[in-house]
């Protein structure tokens, strides 16, 4: 696994995370610009400093009910960040990689939402700066400098894969990605990186791994596509 030394001109809003080194630069679209990393209240819900479409979202979706949205609420409450077109497919990997991991049902809290909305609000915005000819899709060349830019230095043989398994409709011809696939291939390489790093703790870029490791650090992601 390859990693970029550096990541240049990044968005400000763009969160960095150097090590010590600048062997790696990561740059993970999480916090919304301006607003706080904390969001909760003392009651578990949302603190008067959360943005007003979150809060508006989760409550009209029934969250403020149960205090969780299932796949169907949530598809209802992403529509307040104007993320309605997002697939079935794509709104349930989103529920697989931001539920708590002591939760074991496919559902988000306050929490979990608010930490997800954020996360769109900035893949947007990446995807809309390199969105170049503004066609609301993105080709592969594209997602090779959306990926570069933000310290993913993929290997040729990956993007081709990402380019085969994405950019083919099945019948040989070459499609555009709309923004929930783009989304996806965005947060399967941010996930796996994060994994990746956990086993490389001196940012070498190598990191040995048993079987047991490997298959539990993949097949989850596999596992969460119908």
Not at 68 to 89: K, P, T, W
Not at 189 to 213: H, I, Q, R
Request: net charge negative; aromatic share 14%; hydrophobic share 35%.
């Amino acid at each position: 696994m390859a990693y970029a030394p550096s990541a240049p001109e990044l968005p400000e809003s763009f969160g960095q995370q150097l090590d010590e080194e600048a062997k790696y630069t990561y740059a993970y679209p999480y916090s919304y610009p301006g607003q706080p990393t904390n969001q909760l209240g003392s009651s578990g819900m949302f603190s008067p400093e959360t943005h007003p479409n979150i809060v508006r979202g989760f409550e009209s979706a029934g969250g403020n009910r149960s205090g969780f949205l299932d796949e169907s609420e949530l598809r209802h409450a992403l529509s307040f960040s104007g993320n309605e077109r997002i697939s079935n497919r794509t709104i349930r990997f989103l529920l697989f990689i931001y539920k708590s991991p002591g939760e074991s049902l496919l559902r988000l809290g306050p929490k979990e939402y608010a930490e997800l909305w954020n996360c769109l609000a900035q893949w947007r915005a990446i995807f809309d700066r390199y969105d170049r000819d503004r066609s609301g899709k993105m080709n592969a060349l594209e997602l090779r400098d959306a990926f570069y830019h933000l310290g993913y230095m993929l290997p040729t043989s990956v993007l081709q894969l990402i380019v085969l398994s994405q950019f083919d409709d099945g019948t040989g011809n070459t499609v555009d990605l709309c923004f929930d696939r783009f989304l996806e291939c965005g947060m399967i390489v941010k996930s796996l990186t994060e994994k990746f790093k956990e086993k490389d703790p001196g940012y070498t870029g190598y990191a040995t791994l048993c079987y047991d490791d490997f298959m539990s650090m993949v097949v989850p992601f596999i596992a969460s596509y119908d």
